[in-house]
């Protein structure tokens, strides 16, 4: 027996047993080694799916070329497509995919462009614009757009799902996924849930992502997007591809519990794979462990392959810059937050507030920036060397609201961000650097709780 061409190889993935990084947990817990596609990634499934309801819709033709914004894994399963179907490929990627991503698409014969990460989406040169601004340029091509596109979640509905169940002898309980554009949680719990109701879905977040708020109160925060490193999983926007009545229960996961456990996996458990692998796991495991009995069967998808990321989380060097290494202590936000006495509460100013009158407050708190907000919302951010500055270049702003020459807000972070990632970001032009504890309330954290932090 043979195949026609390496698209025919892709699905019936096998799942795997879980033995080591799970233990004291019950239940049986399965891994979908997705890494077994012949891209090395679930997005096989979709990329495939995508273009063959283009050609049948006639939306792509003979010598057409296909556009995406993919964060890498995508585009290697929409260039195995191209290359099997006779189409060109040009990938925009955002910066913070790794190289290896990166080179794989380029040899692929794909046009490679990298996107700025820390931008809007409506950004123009953000990687969702720059993609569809070729599109809109380039006769004779398709922009899939994976995240709105629905043949994503049907080619999980259609594949992921059905093996799924058939490899578990409709066994399985509980359905774990990381979500990012959400066709393989969605489209595969879809399915699921239609042979047994009682399935439940646990869906895996970043923090710096929108989702698990959303779910929970049905509002789109965006004091809950802040840069985050781990790729593939959490979304600045809302994908039509998230279903959020096909999601049961959130968890999120840091950056760093994610590449720790990515590593755990591969020496404990043979499995080779990428980071949000890893962050599924932990996710995973951590909503086992209060609620999955002795014979539940949880099913948790590994999305991609661990040759994406050697010079990162396989990179002992690359993972101490970020303060990821194994059994090290670092200290983190909330080590910050924690110090900080009870009776602690955020000075901010409103944007409406005269210049001058910041200037006074600025000289009696002794402090050198402060938030600015707007209805109870950060809309903004003032320094003192910014009131200099401006007030040096024209005096007679004194009388004039602080809105007029205020900058961008405080980006928000994690609990669990470590002192080296907060340093290495004020290192990068962030002056302050805001944060929420446990019970939901803002601390802004400046160069003097670092080197406090660092003294400790």
Known sequence: ?????????????????????????????????????????????????????????????????????????????????????????????????????????????????????????????????????????????IYPNQYDNMSNSRAHYETTGPEIWEQTEGKITHWAAGVGTGGSMCGTSRYLKEQNHKIVSVGIDSYGSVFKKYKETGKFDEKEIYPYLTEGIGEDILPKNVDFAMIDHFVKVTDKDGAIMTRRLAREEGLFCGWSCGSAVHGALEYAEEHLKEDDVMVIILPDHGTRYLGKIYNDDWMKDHGFIENTDYATAKNIVKKRSSSYKLISIDSDQKIGEVVKLLDELSISQLPVTKSGEFVGSISDTKLLNKLVENPELKSKPISEIMDDPFKFIALNTTVDTISSMMNHGDKALMVLDDKNEAHIITKQDLLMAFAD
Not at 15 to 37: H, Q, R
Not at 69 to 76: E, F, K, P, V, Y
Not at 103 to 122: F, H, K, Q, W, Y
């Open 1 to 141: 027996m043979y195949y026609n061409s390496i698209i025919e190889t892709i699905g019936n993935t096998p799942l795997v047993k879980l033995n080591k990084v799970n233990k004291g947990i019950p239940g049986t817990i399965l891994v979908k080694v997705e890494y077994f596609n012949p891209g090395n990634s679930m997005k096989d499934r979709m990329a495939i799916k995508m273009v063959e309801d283009a050609e049948k819709e006639g939306k792509l033709k003979p010598g057409g070329t296909i556009i995406e914004g993919t964060s890498g894994n995508t585009g290697m399963g929409l260039a195995l497509a191209a290359i099997s179907k006779g189409y060109k490929c040009v990938f925009t990627l955002a910066d913070k995919q790794s190289k290896e991503k990166m080179d794989i698409l380029r040899a692929m014969g794909a046009e490679v462009i990298v996107c700025p990460t820390n931008v809007s989406p409506d950004d123009p040169r953000s990687y969702y614009s720059v993609a569809k601004k070729i599109h809109e340029e380039t006769p004779n091509s």
